[in-house]
């Protein structure tokens, strides 16, 4: 037998080792979970904190050792954040994402190593061969981290959307005489399908709030997490609220009136990039045809009269 299927069949080992050790790190947490659960009622203990969404399941594997300095160093800071943002708030989806990010560096090159394998004209010596498995690694790697990446990068461009629309609601609820408190409620509760991001990241800082915390440290990792400045100073208005009150409903327009403008002006940009990019568009396809059309005519007579010059 070859000494590369050997290797292939080793991989293909190794990543159902790691299959099976993960169901049974599932097995463990969820029976961990049920012990907590039910001690939690016996207690009368409030329910955990940190969810996505109010249906969602607060099913969560033990990761302890993920807050190591080990474990630093394998899941980096900048993952953490990105998986944030990207909604996955769950501490055990920073293990599953180490296990997708492993599974893909050892299946792809198996994969590509027994496609050359099958290959009667494959060679598993050359340079290609090497190029190929190289590619595997990164993609198989490096995969799980685009695909959150994309979704991280979609969530902070629907958070800058959203946040207009916040400031106006909030200032409409402060305006009818409700408190912070109740007005994030309102919001978290009737206007999930109008603000679908925020209103989940709001849900999280709320549950958090309510468990202890002060309203600065349940919104900071709100504040922090998309690198929105205009969100950070909205987060930081409503804490200057909850702390020393007063009338908001003056700041808060005009604070709206301004992300609604730099909305604009942002648009405007956009349009006339749009502008230059249809511009070498219609270059590439209409000049033709409108060379054609223009000077065609003038071209055939051209070669009718020569053809006759022959004759």
């Known amino acids: 037998m070859p000494f590369q299927f050997v290797i292939a069949l080793a991989s293909l080992a190794v990543a159902l080792g790691c299959v099976l050790l993960g169901v049974a790190s599932l097995g463990k947490a969820r029976r961990t979970r049920r012990a907590s659960n039910v ?3 016996a207690l009368g203990g409030a329910q955990v904190a940190e969810k996505s969404t109010p249906k969602r399941s607060t099913f969560k594997i033990d990761t302890k050792w993920l807050d190591t300095r080990i474990g630093k160093m394998i899941v980096a800071e900048e993952d953490r954040r990105l998986l944030d943002r990207a909604g996955f708030t769950d501490i055990s989806v920073r293990a599953r994402f180490l296990a ?17 394998h099958n290959n009667t ?3 598993t010596h050359g340079t290609r061969f090497i190029f190929l498995m190289f590619g595997a690694l990164v993609a198989g790697f490096m995969g799980p981290k685009w695909i959150v990446r994309h979704k991280a990068t979609a969530r902070q461009r629907s958070v800058s959307s959203e946040l207009p629309m916040f400031v106006d609601l909030l200032r409409i609820l402060q305006g009818v005489g409700l408190s912070l408190d109740q007005s994030l409620h309102v919001i978290v509760g009737e206007f999930t399908t109008v603000l679908p991001v925020l209103v989940q990241e709001l849900y999280i800082a709320q549950a958090q709030y309510a468990t202890g915390r002060t309203r600065e440290q349940a919104m900071k990792r709100l504040a922090t997490t998309y690198d929105n400045d205009d969100l950070a100073a909205v987060l930081r208005l ?10 908001v409903q003056e700041p808060l327009k005009t604070f709206g009136d ?11 940009e956009r349009i006339g990039k749009l502008t230059v990019k249809m511009t070498g568009v219609m270059v590439l396809t209409l000049l033709p045809a409108l060379l054609i059309m223009t000077a065609g005519p003038g071209f055939l007579a051209i070669i009718h009269s020569l053809a006759g010059l022959n004759k």
């Open 121 to 123: 004209h494959g060679n």
């Open 39 to 41: 001690l939690e009622r």
């Open 238 to 247: 409503m804490v200057q609220i909850e702390q020393h009150g007063g009338a």
């Open 100 to 116: 997708a990010r492993i599974a893909g560096a050892v299946l792809l090159p198996s994969l590509v190593l027994i496609a050359a």
């Open 258 to 268: 301004r992300l609604r403008e730099v909305r604009r002006v942002s648009l405007r």
